[in-house]
């Protein structure tokens, strides 16, 4: 099935009203797209390099079986045969066509080239502790799954986006349960609405099954990765950057600063005093949120002198060991005085 390039001066054969682009054995197939089945596209990776260190020992064992599916579609079944009523004479499952198997080898390369083990989120750490979730534009150019389309904003100039065919692979994925996609949007000030990079996953389950990690052994790849990222925000104060967790507190305690407008009404009154002998009355739900902030802001403190730096990530893993209860849990324990 290999095709063959025309020689010099050869003009290529049309098919349709289209040039034939890859003339040879599949003309009049419908392979068009130049595939080899006996070779791997590796010529399509322009994955990047990692600027400090090396990618985790997971990460390389993902992308190495990853290679070895394109041959073996036995390195993941669940990718490499038809799991509905196609089957062979003997009963078996049929495999997947080659030119699939290698859109889906891939599309796992980009993945696992940028995939965080600490949350199995695609995309990276920014300093301020903020999460930068990859396009699929972007994923797709790093394995060369890309066309040109017309830019509106820029119509003279035509952007790179993700190709149909890498659409099909990432459908394949999802149906197989690899990954999961959350789509996300911002409105602008017309009240339109622009699309944001989707969060995109991949399921623990799966990572497991492809790299044939044990549990015990990916929690502690995982852990590890944990600490790095802990490490890597931590930072940020001493370079004098500012982090989410900083301005969510700041605009907490501007919530709470702020008057309300009873407030605001009964100033010059005064409060009246408590009386001792009356039932306890339920207190307000804003005096417990104020409480509650308090309660987080102690429990954060403590975990902070405890960990030697500001948890991160795993502000909420930590956060019931130091002593932290839910909002539910805090509201029914001081629902009265």
């Given at each position: 099935m290999t095709d063959l390039t025309p020689e010099i001066g050869q003009?290529?054969?049309?098919?349709?009203?289209?040039?034939?682009?890859?003339?040879?054995?599949?003309?009049?197939?419908?392979?068009?797209?130049?595939?080899?089945?006996?070779?791997?596209?590796?010529?399509?990776?322009?994955?990047?390099?990692?600027?400090?260190?090396?990618?985790?020992?997971?990460?390389?064992?993902?992308i190495k079986r990853s290679f070895e599916f394109f041959a073996d579609p036995d390195v993941m079944a669940r990718l490499g045969y038809h799991?509905?009523?196609?089957?062979?004479?003997?009963?078996?499952?049929?495999?997947?066509?080659?030119?699939?198997?290698?859109?889906?080898?891939?599309?796992?390369?980009?993945?696992?080239?940028?995939?965080?083990?600490?949350?199995?989120?695609?995309?990276?750490?920014?300093?301020?502790?903020?999460?930068?979730h990859y396009s699929c534009d972007e994923l797709a150019e790093r394995v060369g799954l890309t066309c040109l389309e017309r830019d509106p904003e820029d119509p003279q100039n035509p952007r790179k986006v993700a190709s149909s065919r890498w659409w099909r692979a990432i459908g394949w994925l999802k149906k197989a349960g690899a990954i999961q996609i959350f789509e996300q949007y911002e409105e602008k000030e017309d009240g339109s609405k622009r699309a944001r990079p989707a969060i995109k996953c991949v399921d623990e389950k799966f990572l497991r099954l492809l790299t044939r990690y044990p549990a015990n052994k990916l929690q502690v790849a995982r852990a590890k990765a944990y600490a790095r990222v802990r490490e890597f925000v931590g930072k940020a104060n001493a370079?004098?950057?500012?982090?989410?967790?900083?301005?969510?507190?700041?605009?907490?305690?501007?919530?709470?600063?702020?008057?309300?407008?009873?407030?605001?009404?009964?100033k010059n009154q005064q409060p009246p005093g408590r009386d001792d002998t009356a039932p306890n009355a339920p207190r307000s739900l804003e005096y417990l949120k104020g409480e509650y902030?308090?309660?987080?802001?102690?429990?954060?403190?403590?975990?902070?002198?405890?960990?030697?730096?500001?948890?991160?990530?795993?502000?909420?893993?930590?956060?019931?060991?130091?002593?932290?209860?839910?909002?539910?849990?805090?509201?029914?324990?001081?629902?009265?005085?």
């Open positions: 003009v290529a054969p049309m098919w349709g009203r289209r040039p034939y682009s890859h003339p040879g054995k599949n003309l009049g197939t419908g392979n068009r797209c130049g595939h080899n089945p006996e070779k791997f596209a590796a010529d399509r990776l322009a994955l990047p390099k990692v600027k400090t260190g090396h990618l985790p020992a997971v990460l390389k064992t993902a799991r509905n009523k196609k089957r062979n004479k003997d009963g078996s499952y049929r495999k997947v066509r080659s030119e699939h198997r290698e859109a889906l080898s891939l599309v796992q390369h980009a993945i696992f080239s940028a995939v965080d083990i600490a949350s199995l989120r695609i995309g990276h750490w920014r300093k301020d502790g903020s999460f930068r370079f004098g950057i500012q982090t989410v967790q900083e301005r969510k507190q700041l605009d907490k305690q501007l919530d709470k600063t702020r008057r309300s407008p009873f407030q605001q009404q009964f902030d308090k309660h987080c802001a102690e429990v954060t403190a403590r975990m902070i002198a405890g960990e030697g730096r500001h948890p991160g990530p795993r502000h909420g893993l930590l956060f019931p060991k130091y002593g932290g209860m839910t909002w539910d849990a805090f509201k029914q324990r001081h629902a009265r005085h």
